[in-house]
C-alpha cells in the first residue's frame, strides 16, 4: 500500500469530517469541564480531532447535532445491539418509571424472576444475580470463585477485554510470561500477583499456568473480540472444559460481546458448559443492565457457606444492581426485541455483509481476512485471520483504520470506533449492509489509485 496516497486520502477525510460538523466541533471546545472533554474517556477513541455529538437515535439510525443520519453499525458497541430506544423496551422503561413509578426501591419485581429464567433457557445457568455492567458482573463472579475454590489467582487470555477488571490487564510477553498489559492506568498491584495468562488458542500454554494449582478461574470470552474477531480453532474450547475440570478451575464464559453469536451466545450455539456465565450491555436494550449466572451445584456451594457475606459487605453487590428499572428493561429486550427470529434475521445480514466486504477484498488482491461471530462481522489488515490475541494486536494498523472510518462516516456509515467491526440489529436491512459494501469498495479504490 502507498502509504503517502493513504496519509493524503486521510488528512483530506479529516478536513471533510471537520467541514460537515462545525456544531460537533464547538460543542467538543467548549466542553471544559469535562474530562478529556467527553462525559467518558473512550468517546475520544473515534477517527478524527473529535467525536460527532448525539441528537437523537431509532433502531439502526443515529443522527448528530449537524444533522447527519449515520447508518449505525457501532449500535453503542453492542450495548444497542437491540437497536436504538426499541419500542417495547421503551414502553416498559416509561410503565415502570412514570406509570408505576420506584426505579430503584431496593424491593425485587416479578420481573426479576422472568428474566432468571429465560437467561437460563438460553444459556442453561440456572442461577441467575444482577448487576449494573458487565464488568461488575465479572468482579463478582471473580469474588465467587476465589471464595468457593480457596484459589488466588484468575487465568485470562491475552489481550482479552473484560470491561476495566484489574486481573485482565495481562499479556503473555516476548519471553512467553505474563506481564502488565501497556497502559493500565493505576494498577493496585502487579497483575502477576493476581492473574495468569494464557494466548487463545493454545491449550498447550493454558495447562502449563494451571499445573501451578493457583487458578481458582478461567474467565474468558468463547471467541476473542475486543481485540478483532478471533475465533476457536476446531478442538480448543473443549479442550479448554477439559482442562479446567482436570486441574479443579471453574470456567467463566465472558458473553458479553459474543452474544452476537445467538440468542444463547456462543455458550448455547456452541454447546459450551461454562460453571458461570456473565452478560451485560446488549440484555437491557440500551438500559444498563448485566448479570452472572452460576450453575445449581455452584450456586448451593456458595449458599451453604456460612462464612461468606452474600447479602451485606461480602463485595457481590451493589445498591442499584437488580433494580426495578433494569429489570423491566431486560425483560422487555429478552420478551420482545432480542429474539431468536431477531437473531436469525441478523446472521443472515452479517452473512450479507462479510459476502460484500470479502468480495471488496478480492477485487484488490487485497492480504486482508474478514471474521464473523453470528450477527457481528470485522474485517482484518492481515490473511490469514489472527489465531491469537498478541497477533491480532500486531496487526493493527491505526492510519488505515482511521482513514476507513472517517471515509465511512463523512458517507454516512458508523462502524465501531475501536475496529473495523460492524454489529446487526433487528432494525438492520440489507440495503444498509449493501451500502456499506458499496462505500467501502469506492474507499478501497481511492487507495489503490
Not at 95 to 114: H, I, S
Not at 186 to 202: K, M, Q, Y
Not at 435 to 447: G, I, K, M, N, W
Request: hydrophobic share 40%.
Amino acid at each position: 500500500m502507498d502509504r503517502t496516497r493513504l496519509r493524503h486520502l486521510l488528512a483530506r477525510e479529516s478536513a471533510e469530517a471537520e467541514r460537515r460538523n462545525p456544531r460537533s466541533r464547538a460543542a467538543y471546545d467548549r466542553a471544559d469541564h469535562l474530562f478529556g472533554r467527553v462525559p467518558m474517556t473512550w468517546m475520544n477513541k473515534t477517527a478524527g480531532a473529535f467525536p460527532r455529538y448525539l441528537d437523537s437515535a431509532r433502531g439502526a439510525r443515529v443522527t448528530d447535532i449537524d444533522g447527519h443520519e449515520y447508518i449505525d453499525f457501532c449500535l453503542g458497541d453492542t450495548g444497542a445491539m437491540a437497536g436504538h430506544s426499541p419500542a417495547p423496551v421503551a414502553e416498559a422503561v416509561a410503565r415502570r418509571y412514570a406509570e408505576l413509578g420506584g426505579a430503584t426501591a431496593m424491593l425485587p419485581t416479578e420481573d426479576a424472576e422472568w428474566v432468571g429464567a429465560e437467561l437460563t433457557r438460553r444459556f442453561g445457568l440456572t442461577r441467575w444475580s444482577f448487576s449494573l455492567t458487565a464488568t461488575d458482573a465479572n468482579r463478582w463472579a471473580i469474588r465467587l470463585a476465589r471464595a468457593v475454590t480457596g484459589r488466588p489467582k484468575i487465568l485470562v487470555n491475552s489481550y482479552c477485554y473484560h470491561g476495566s477488571v484489574d486481573e485482565s490487564l495481562i499479556v503473555v510477553g516476548p519471553d512467553g510470561r505474563g506481564t502488565a498489559r501497556e497502559g493500565n492506568v493505576g494498577a493496585p498491584c502487579d497483575v502477576t500477583l493476581t492473574s495468569r495468562v494464557a494466548e487463545f488458542n493454545d491449550l498447550d500454554q493454558l495447562e502449563r499456568e494451571l499445573a501451578h494449582g493457583d487458578v481458582a478461574a478461567v474467565l474468558m470470552e468463547p471467541a476473542l473480540t475486543n481485540i478483532g474477531i478471533v475465533l476457536p480453532e476446531p478442538g480448543y474450547l473443549t479442550g479448554v472444559r477439559e482442562l479446567t475440570r482436570q486441574y479443579g478451575t471453574l470456567l467463566i464464559n465472558d458473553e458479553t460481546h459474543t452474544f452476537s453469536a445467538g440468542p444463547g451466545g456462543c455458550t448455547a450455539a456452541w454447546g459450551l458448559e461454562p460453571d458461570m456465565l456473565t452478560i451485560g450491555k446488549a440484555i437491557g436494550g440500551g438500559i444498563p443492565a448485566g448479570a452472572y449466572g452460576l450453575s445449581a451445584d455452584l450456586a448451593d456451594r456458595l449458599l451453604g457457606r456460612t462464612d461468606l457475606d452474600l447479602v451485606d459487605m461480602g463485595g457481590v453487590g451493589g445498591t442499584l444492581a437488580g433494580n426495578a428499572l433494569s429489570v423491566a428493561a431486560t425483560r422487555a429486550t429478552l420478551e420482545h426485541v432480542l429474539t431468536d427470529d431477531a437473531f436469525a434475521r441478523m446472521e443472515k445480514l452479517s452473512e450479507r455483509f462479510e459476502a460484500g466486504v470479502r468480495a471488496g477484498i478480492e477485487a484488490h488482491g487485497l492480504p486482508w481476512s474478514v471474521s464473523r461471530l453470528g450477527a457481528r462481522t470485522e474485517y482484518r489488515f492481515v490473511s490469514p485471520a489472527p489465531r491469537t490475541g498478541t497477533e491480532s494486536a500486531a496487526a493493527a494498523d491505526p492510519e488505515l483504520e482511521d482513514f476507513l472510518h472517517l471515509y465511512l462516516a463523512n458517507r454516512g456509515i458508523l462502524l465501531t470506533p475501536f475496529h473495523n467491526m460492524a454489529l446487526m440489529c433487528p432494525d438492520t436491512t440489507e440495503q444498509d449492509v449493501d451500502t456499506h459494501t458499496e462505500v467501502f469498495a469506492a474507499a478501497l479504490s481511492e487507495l489503490h489509485g
